[in-house]
């Protein structure tokens, strides 16, 4: 076992038979890729869309009434020290 397999974890997912044979047929194409290669990237597109997603739902969502009068406070601590 080598000090990059120690790092990474080992799952076991049931997934639908065409991505499968594409997954399959991009790896017969692209032969220094793996089956985990693949769920890797696809893995960090999904990380990176979930952080889109939530830094979208955060500056769309609107403040609450406390979160005005703290924006508020801080707007007049900025314009008295400027």
Known sequence: MTATDERRGKISVSVDLNLLREVDTFIQQNPDMTRSAVVDEALRLWRRQQREE????????????EQKEEQAAWNEFHRAAS
């Open 54 to 65: 939530a830094l979208i739902r955060q500056y769309t969502t609107p403040l609450t009434p």
